[in-house]
């Protein structure tokens, strides 16, 4: 068994790419509307450095694509490896996550969870995040099929 010390978040590097892809279809975070190296591409482009990954062993055991857009920080594709989990690897990943928001003066970190994650939710309300009162709006700017 792997104990926590043996974990590294660092920032994505581009030979990450196919472990990482593996890594979120494992974890059913691929949608069909998404390409994911399509989003790997226009991630690297913008806050490079805010694109983290966990390993243990050289091994890629999770991921967290974060953002700042001035106003809020977010989060997408947090993922860690089913035989990883139970080992504080998310949360490692989330803390992570908020330095580096508060870092950049970041007043509130924002996710989204489908509401079926049931699981999820449960392990985010954990981390002291709570359900907003808004509804999430989307428009497709750009068809990734």
Known sequence: MTMRGALVVRSFDAADTEAVIALWRTCGLVRPWNDPHKDI???????PELFLVA??????????M???DGHRGW????????????RHFGQALVERAE??????????FCLMVRRENTAVLDFYRELGFAQDDTVLLGKRLISDL
Do not use: F
Request: hydrophobic share 40%; proline share 5%; charged share 30%.
């Open 41 to 47: 591409a226009r991630k690297r482009g913008e806050q």
């Open 55 to 64: 390993c243990v062993d050289e091994r890629i055991v999770g991921s967290a």
């Open 66 to 68: 974060v953002g700042y």
């Open 75 to 86: 989060v997408y594709y947090l993922a860690v490896a089913p035989d990883m989990r139970r």
């Open 99 to 108: 330095q580096l928001l508060i870092a950049r003066g970041c007043p509130k």
